[in-house]
Structure formats: C-alpha cells, structure tokens
T-cell receptor
C-alpha cells in the first residue's frame, strides 16, 4: 500500500534562517505531489505542485521554492525565512489525475 | 477556474443531532468531489467522496449528495458524536486539474 512520509514534525527557526522540509511517497510511481500551507485556523493554501521530476509549478509568489530530485521525493525550501512563513505545512500526493489527495502528517513551522 | 464556496463556516450541534455542510462550485466540468476531516493539529483525511455520475453516496453515518444542475454538494452527518468535532473541507476538481478546496467548516458537537 502507499504511504507518505513527511518530516520534521515540528520546527522552530529564527528569522533569516534557511528551511528544508522533505516528503517521500512509497508504494507508487509517478505520483502528483503537492505542498500546502495552513495558517492557524485557516484553510489550505496550495504552494507548489509537481507532475514529474523537475516539473514544478508555483501557485503563490513567495520566498519559498520546491524541488523534486527523485520521482517520489518532494522538498520545500527557503533561503531566508520570514515571520509570515510560520504555519502548518502539508505534503500530499495523488495518483496522476484522479482520486483524492493523501496528506502527510504535516510540519508545524514557527519562525521566531 | 474553479471556485468552491462552503457554508456555514462554523456549526454547533447537539450530540445525536444531524449536521449538514454545503458547498457550491463554479466549474460545470468538475467531476470529483471529496470531503476531508481535519482534527486539531492533525492532517486532513479523506472521509467520503463522490463522482459526477453519482447523486448520493453513503458510508455509515456519513453521506454526500451532489446536485450537478445547481452545482452544489453537501455532507450529511447523522447521529453526531463528540469525535465528529473537527474542521471539514470540501473540494472539487476536473480531470487533470488540481483540487480547489473550500474554506472549511468548524463543526462542534456539544455533549
């Protein structure tokens, strides 16, 4: 069966520091991969999605970037974090163009 | 593009009563509509979904109905229990497109 792993679970980082969040999917090939952010008490904001290796689309201009170095690995990065980057970051995958999303367990990022 | 609205934003019901959350969508080509439940501090989890060729789907105490003509779909929870308290998100998509999520409904089931 398919599983999605996301780490770390929590992260406290100072303003201006770099960020790297990693997500991997097992048990499937060529998944669609997504990064979402959720501010406290708010909805799901799509940040990036990827339909294949090195095929990444950005939904919202910001100081974040994403990379997909391998088929089942999706990385969210920042060179310099802002206070406004705090939130709950969720990775998700779906099987190509049908079916629902399966979310990872999330990373709670606090920028101080 | 698709736009999904969701109502109400908050809903409080007594334990044992029913809860209904409604979503409307704008793109008539959308053909798949899932519902997600997110407990506090946890990931959203798929609880039920419906495709455009079906009008209703049930899974124990949960049901979803779809009205393609009016472009709305609803989540129905019967015999609510405290563990149903969570934020519920609806979503819609067309084949090959990304999901568009509603803003969420915070459901509180009062004992």
């Amino acid at each position: 069966s398919q599983t999605i792993h996301q780490w770390p679970a929590t992260l406290v980082q100072p303003v201006g520091s770099p960020l790297s969040l990693e997500c991997t999917v097992e048990g499937t090939s060529n998944p669609n991969l997504y990064w979402y952010r959720q501010a406290a008490g708010r909805g799901l904001q799509l940040l990036f999605y990827s339909i294949g290796i090195d095929q990444i689309s950005s939904e919202v201009p910001q100081n974040l970037s994403a990379s997909r170095p391998q088929d089942r690995q999706f990385i969210l990065s920042s060179k310099k974090l802002l206070l406004s980057d705090s939130g709950f970051y969720l990775c998700a995958w779906s099987a190509m163009d049908f079916g629902g999303y399966t979310f990872g367990s999330g990373t709670r990022l606090t920028v101080v | 593009g698709e736009n999904v609205e969701q109502h109400p934003s908050t809903l409080s019901v007594q334990e044992g009563d029913s809860a209904v959350i409604k979503c409307t969508y704008s793109d008539s080509a959308s053909n798949y509509f899932p519902w997600y439940k997110q407990e506090l501090g946890k990931r959203p989890q798929l609880i039920i979904d419906i495709r455009s060729n079906v009008g209703e789907k049930k899974d124990q105490r949960i049901a979803v109905t779809l009205n393609k003509t009016a472009k709305h779909f609803s989540l129905h929870i019967t015999e609510t229990q405290p563990e149903d308290s969570a934020v519920y998100f609806c979503a819609g998509r067309n084949y090959g497109q990304n999901f568009v999520f509603g803003p969420g409904t915070r459901l509180s089931v009062l004992p």
